[in-house]
């Protein structure tokens, strides 16, 4: 026990030591008045009172001006966020007021390349907050605010805006119950494929979300002859979502038959050594019926933060998939069926 303690003591004063040193290399080049006061905006942050860590800085803006307090202003840059997601999580009234001041900053700095990345930094992050019932709205006012001023102005930042407008979308979309199950995994699939797929380094989980995605647009172009008023709602309710998957439906509505022999080929390589593409095929459309069938007039159940739907399952879990890929059905195209 003693000896836990110790090492634990050992990496605690590490921890400290190289926390001095990063404060130290922060402060080089400030004068000294303010690097005093902002040493001590430092430490309030580090000790999580992000609110006065803020005020420190916001009283050294307003008393200083010019080259002296560009530091004050990128450590203000990193704080702001952590003030907003503290307000998140602790559902308080300040978030209105807090965000409106972030803005005022955002409007009084120069947009460059560093404070782009804190705001893309902010976006992905408050993503994640969604969580958050109440705040759902609010992300999505936050995304628009951030567009409407024009904060991002590097072209590869507008994916950042598409993004972060189709994850507010998706939370809306997965309860309407105008939505089918079919093309709720249609869109998730589309927006993957869109923003997710090419950060995924590791092979096997890149295989495994290709193949999902190529699954769920086989599903599509199985399902949208039927269905084209569904998709059409969903082009109009949900038009950031629909662009991750309006090129396939135009391929779909062009050439049906061409569309579904590139989808084959882009899931052959997943599929068993034995299963030829004829039998790729017909096993592709015996798991569409089944989720199809599985997910029919769905009752939405909520338990938590995660809703599900309540269903009779047509095919064991432990199963082999009828897609023919050698993995389980509850591993693959029944992932989605409980």
Same mark, same amino acid.
């Given at each position: 026990?003693?000896?836990?303690?110790?090492?634990?003591?050992?990496?605690?004063?590490?921890?400290?030591?190289?926390?001095?040193?990063?404060?130290?290399?922060?402060?080089?080049?400030?004068?000294?008045?303010?690097?005093?006061?902002?040493?001590?905006?430092?430490?309030?942050?580090?000790?999580?009172?992000?609110?006065?860590?803020?005020?420190?800085?916001?009283?050294? !803006?307003?008393? %200083?001006?010019?080259?002296? &307090? @560009? =530091?004050?202003?990128?450590?203000?840059?990193?704080? *702001?966020? /952590?003030? +907003?997601?503290?307000?998140?999580?602790?559902?308080?009234?300040?978030?209105?007021?807090?965000?409106?001041?972030?803005?005022?900053?955002?409007?009084?700095?120069?947009?460059?390349?560093?404070?782009?990345?804190?705001?893309?930094?902010?976006?992905?992050?408050?993503?994640?907050?969604?969580?958050?019932?109440?705040?759902?709205? !609010?992300?999505? %006012?936050?995304?628009?605010? &951030? @567009? =409407?001023?024009?904060?991002?102005?590097?072209?590869? *930042?507008? /994916?950042? +805006?598409?993004?972060?407008?189709?994850?507010?979308?998706?939370?809306?979309?997965?309860?309407?119950?105008?939505?089918?199950?079919?093309?709720?995994?249609?869109?998730?699939?589309?927006?993957?494929?869109?923003?997710?797929?090419?950060?995924?380094?590791?092979?096997?989980?890149?295989?495994?979300?290709?193949?999902?995605?190529?699954?769920?647009?086989?599903?599509?172009?199985?399902?949208?002859?039927?269905?084209?008023?569904?998709?059409?709602?969903?082009?109009?309710?949900?038009?950031?979502?629909?662009?991750?998957?309006?090129?396939?439906?135009?391929?779909?509505?062009?050439?049906?038959?061409?569309?579904?022999?590139?989808?084959?080929?882009?899931?052959?390589?997943?599929?068993?050594?034995?299963?030829?593409?004829?039998?790729?095929?017909?096993?592709?459309?015996?798991?569409?019926?089944?989720?199809?069938?599985?997910?029919?007039?769905?009752?939405?159940?909520?338990?938590?933060?995660?809703?599900?739907?309540?269903?009779?399952?047509?095919?064991?879990?432990?199963?082999?998939?009828?897609?023919?890929?050698?993995?389980?059905?509850?591993?693959?195209?029944?992932?989605?069926?409980?």
């Amino acid at each position: 026990m003693d000896s836990n303690k110790d090492i634990l003591n050992t990496i605690s004063d590490s921890n400290r030591r190289f926390a001095k040193k990063k404060r130290e290399e922060d402060l080089l080049g400030v004068p000294e008045k303010v690097a005093a006061e902002l040493e001590k905006a430092m430490e309030q942050e580090d000790n999580g009172y992000f609110d006065k860590a803020k005020d420190i800085c916001e009283q050294i !803006l307003a008393t %200083e001006e010019g080259r002296n &307090v @560009e =530091k004050v202003k990128l450590t203000l840059a990193r704080i *702001y966020p /952590k003030v +907003l997601e503290t307000d998140i999580y602790d559902c308080n009234k300040r978030y209105q007021t807090d965000v409106e001041d972030y803005f005022k900053f955002l409007d009084s700095i120069t947009m460059n390349d560093l404070m782009q990345e804190y705001v893309v930094e902010t976006l992905a992050k408050f993503c994640e907050l969604m969580e958050n019932e109440w705040y759902r709205p !609010l992300f999505r %006012e936050f995304v628009a605010a &951030v @567009e =409407k001023k024009g904060y991002l102005t590097k072209e590869e *930042y507008r /994916k950042t +805006l598409d993004s972060a407008y189709a994850s507010a979308e998706s939370v809306v979309y997965f309860d309407d119950n105008k939505v089918s199950i079919i093309m709720k995994n249609v869109l998730k699939s589309g927006y993957e494929r869109a923003y997710v797929l090419a950060g995924v380094e590791e092979t096997d989980k890149r295989q495994k979300m290709e193949m999902d995605i190529y699954t769920n647009i086989y599903y599509l172009c199985s399902y949208y002859d039927d269905n084209t008023d569904e998709v059409e709602y969903i082009m109009s309710a949900y038009p950031h979502s629909y662009e991750t998957i309006e090129k396939d439906v135009e391929e779909i509505k062009s050439d049906k038959q061409a569309k579904i022999s590139k989808t084959l080929d882009k899931l052959a390589p997943f599929a068993a050594k034995n299963i030829d593409r004829e039998a790729l095929k017909t096993a592709l459309d015996k798991a569409y019926q089944y989720v199809l069938n599985s997910h029919k007039q769905p009752e939405l159940i909520h338990s938590g933060k995660q809703p599900y739907y309540r269903k009779n399952t047509k095919i064991g879990r432990n199963d082999l998939c009828p897609c023919g890929s050698g993995r389980k059905y509850k591993q693959c195209c029944g992932r989605d069926v409980k």
